[in-house]
């Protein structure tokens, strides 16, 4: 148990740290770069001047308390704040080398790469199969055998093939919360994004489908790049490489999760972590 936590008071943190999480340094290889992005809505700051760099086929957590800015940052990254009347953004974010905010970017092609997974599972009200196809199809994928692959290969990433392969047809809206949410998972991955974006994905799950869950993101990095907001420290501790403490608006710090949670640099993270506010 590292002694920093200790002294922090933060011993159950320090337990749940994941054990599978990088240690590496954060000079590793950037998917998504953020160089100070400031967003309002109408004339409320909600980001300011947030810079850092997401690395690749990594888990990054961003925790903070209730209105930090998590949800608005997490949307930053494939424009689904362009939704929002009145926001205004400054500052740039690359994804893939790429400015996203470029004039020349095509929005649904940004979503084709930047896939992203929503705090309440939402699948359509169509059949397990139309959900996984959903994606694939948009971008023409008409052959029937085509999708069946597709289809098989994303629920199977999804870790959810084998408690539906003998109901594709049944509306998704029959199956558990839990596995709603993985279908949504797999109805993100089936187009194969580069990024997947995560808001607070579990908050609706009970312990047994939250477990579900971050076990897969383990499995899911290795061939996606995750980015995850969470209120939940542990779950952060559990599955995140890299972790953003943010508070109002700001990112305080950023950084490896261990490094943040045993021995955070800044004194409101630190606060923060040991449960001082928030
Ligand atoms: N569509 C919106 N219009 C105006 N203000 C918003 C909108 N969405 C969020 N906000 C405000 O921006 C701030 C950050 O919100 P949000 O990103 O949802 O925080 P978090 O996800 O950390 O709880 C809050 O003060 C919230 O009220
Ligand atoms: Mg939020």
Same mark, same amino acid.
């Given at each position: 148990m590292p002694q920093e936590a200790l002294m922090a008071g933060n011993v159950e943190l320090a337990a749940n740290?994941?054990? $599978?999480a990088e240690a590496a340094s954060i000079l590793e290889s950037p998917m998504v770069e953020i160089d100070r992005l400031s967003l309002y809505y109408g004339p409320t700051r909600a980001l300011t001047d947030v810079s850092m760099s997401v690395p690749k086929h990594r888990v990054t957590a961003y925790i903070g308390p &209730? +209105?930090? +800015?998590k949800t608005t940052l997490l949307r930053c990254i494939n424009r689904m704040n362009d939704l929002v009347d009145g926001v205004r953004i400054v500052g740039s974010i690359r994804v893939g080398g790429t400015d996203?905010?470029? $004039? &020349?970017?095509?929005v649904t092609e940004l979503r084709k790469r930047v896939g992203m997974v929503f705090q309440k599972s939402n699948p359509f009200p169509k059949s397990i199969f139309d959900n996984a196809a959903y994606g694939p199809r948009i971008l023409g994928v008409k052959s029937r055998s085509d999708l069946e692959g597709i289809v098989e290969r994303s629920l199977r990433a999804a870790a959810l093939w084998d408690e539906v392969q003998d109901r594709l047809g049944e509306s998704a809206l029959g199956l558990s919360g839990g596995q709603q949410q993985r279908l949504c998972i797999a109805r993100a991955i089936a187009v194969e994004p580069d990024v997947l974006l995560m808001d607070e994905p579990c908050s609706s799950l009970d312990p047994i489908a939250t477990a579900r869950i971050e076990e897969l993101m383990l499995e899911l990095k290795n061939s996606y790049t995750i980015v995850i907001v969470t209120h939940n420290m542990q779950q952060a501790a559990r599955v995140s490489d890299y972790t953003g403490f943010m508070l109002l608006g700001e990112l305080v710090e950023f950084g490896v999760t261990r490094e943040l949670f045993t021995n955070p640099r800044d004194t409101r993270t630190e606060d923060y972590i040991t449960g001082r506010f928030g």
């Open positions: 740290l994941n054990p $599978r &209730s +209105g930090c +800015g996203i905010y470029d $004039r &020349s970017v095509d």
